[in-house]
Nanobody, 126 residues
Framework: QVQLVESGGGLVQAGDSLRLSCAAS????????MGWFRQAPGKEREFVAAIRWSDSSTLYADSVKGRFTISRGNAKNTVYLQMNSLKPEDTAVYYCAAENVPRPRLRSSPYEYDYWGQGTQVTVSS
């Protein structure tokens, strides 16, 4: 089993930055990819970004490309999401996810991820 805990959310103004962290524990040796998703009230959970542990390759949603950066710590237990130029439409609960199945490419569907954190709220005021 893998446990994921997010931190770093908060209330900011449009144009500000935030850095989210996700700490993984348990059988982290089984993790191949990690991702960030978000869910706004009344909307489905949507993909934000993903990273592959083996080579740090990344994938981004078009809506955040150029503004958000996903990265990982040196140990196989931390992933970050640097969010710059935040917009009110970025307001959501942000979730960290991990996948323990090796796949040819990074995945953007939440159904492809096996482990989830509890989420951290990000609110961007205009």
């Amino acid at each position: 089993q893998v446990q994921l805990v997010e931190s770093g959310g908060g209330l900011v103004q449009a144009g500000d930055s935030l850095r989210l962290s996700c700490a993984a524990s348990g059988r982290t040796v089984n993790i191949y990819d990690m991702g960030w998703f978000r869910q706004a009230p009344g909307k489905e959970r949507e993909f934000v970004a993903a990273i592959r542990w083996s080579d740090s390759s990344t994938l981004y949603a078009d809506s955040v490309k150029g503004r958000f950066t996903i990265s990982r710590g040196n140990a196989k237990n931390t992933v970050y999401l640097q969010m710059n130029s935040l917009k009110p439409e970025d307001t959501a609960v942000y979730y960290c996810a991990a996948e323990n199945v090796p796949r040819p490419r990074l995945r953007s569907s939440p159904y492809e991820y096996d482990y989830w954190g509890q989420g951290t709220q990000v609110t961007v005021s205009s």
